[in-house]
Every structure is written in C-alpha cells, then in structure tokens.
C-alpha cells in the first residue's frame, strides 16, 4: 500500500472530464487542489497513470508520483487524511 500523487493539467476546453474524475474517486483519496488528488491503493504508479490513459485526451498532462512521510503543507484540507493512521504508506 502506498499514497501517490496524482497531478493533471487539462488542456481542452470545454471537454467533460467526468469519466476522470470518477476513476480517481474509486481509490480512497483526497482531493487537494483543483488538479491534485493524494491517492491510497496498493496500485503502482504507472498502474494508476495507465488507468487514467482512456479518461484524457493525448494533450492532457498527467503526473503521478508515490508519497513519502515526509511532507508538508500549509492550510490543506488533506493534512488530517494524510495524518489519519489509516493511511497505509
């Protein structure tokens, strides 16, 4: 089990990225900021990324990147998740 990050930058427009947004809320998750999403699964990175393949569009940009303890933030609504003892690094 791992947390990763996962970081996107939708570049068309206009398009319906509900199928994305769906796909990232079947992991236990928080939503950081508007295109950054902490994830908790046993999946790897190139896993999640690879599932997210068919939910983007080719000029879309995805980044996804595995979480270590060693973090911080300022005014996150995702600190007390990553905090929680829950979190399975």
């Known amino acids: 089990m791992a947390i990763y990050i ?7 427009p206009g398009k319906d990225y ?19 999403w902490f994830l908790d699964t046993t999946q790897t990175s190139l896993q999640i990324r690879d599932g997210a393949k068919g939910h983007v569009d080719a000029n879309d940009t995805v980044f996804v990147g595995r979480l270590s303890q ?13 905090n929680n003892p829950a979190r399975r690094w």
């Open 6 to 12: 996962f970081s996107y930058e939708l570049r068309r």
């Open 18 to 36: 509900t199928s994305l947004y769906t796909y990232l809320k079947q992991f236990t998750h928080c939503h950081h900021q508007t295109s950054t």
């Open 70 to 82: 060693d973090w911080g933030t300022l005014n996150s609504d995702c600190a007390d998740w990553l």
